[in-house]
């Protein structure tokens, strides 16, 4: 059974960081891609980042490029999600979701597999 579980949300001042966690369980990476989606209160889901274990490209929204980085652990079998320099806007349920055969940008209705979503709550 495939699952995903998100961890490492928060409550962080504007300008610090957090780091958040997704672990896999149910399949190894090898031919999958694996994005973090986030929601925030009254606005629709949206692709935040996204890294292909079949070619190792990865890809990141304009409004988090130069301040969010992913990465992986595939010994874990853990993709990760480093969020600096957080903004008040980056405040969001965020989600990891499983896919294969999928290709930048991540859409929704192409991941198959979704977490439970963590909380990040970013003050001013």
């Known amino acids: 059974e495939v699952q995903l579980v998100e961890s490492g949300g928060g409550l962080v001042q504007a300008g610090g960081s957090l780091r958040l966690s997704c672990a896999a369980s149910?399949?190894?990476?090898?031919?999958?891609?694996i994005a973090w989606f986030r929601q925030a209160p009254g606005k629709e889901r949206e692709g935040v980042s996204c890294i292909s274990f079949s070619d190792g490209s990865t890809y990141y929204a304009d409004s988090v490029k130069g301040r969010f980085t992913i990465s992986s652990d595939n010994a874990k079998n853990t993709v990760y999600l480093q969020m600096n320099s957080l903004k008040p806007e980056d405040t969001a349920v965020y989600y990891c979701?499983?896919?294969?055969?999928?290709?930048?940008?991540?859409?929704?209705?192409?991941?198959?597999?979704w977490g439970q979503g963590t909380q990040v709550t970013v003050s001013s």
């Open positions: 979701a499983a896919a294969t055969g999928v290709v930048p940008p991540p859409l929704i209705y192409e991941y198959d597999y």
């Open positions: 149910g399949f190894t990476f090898d031919d999958y891609a």
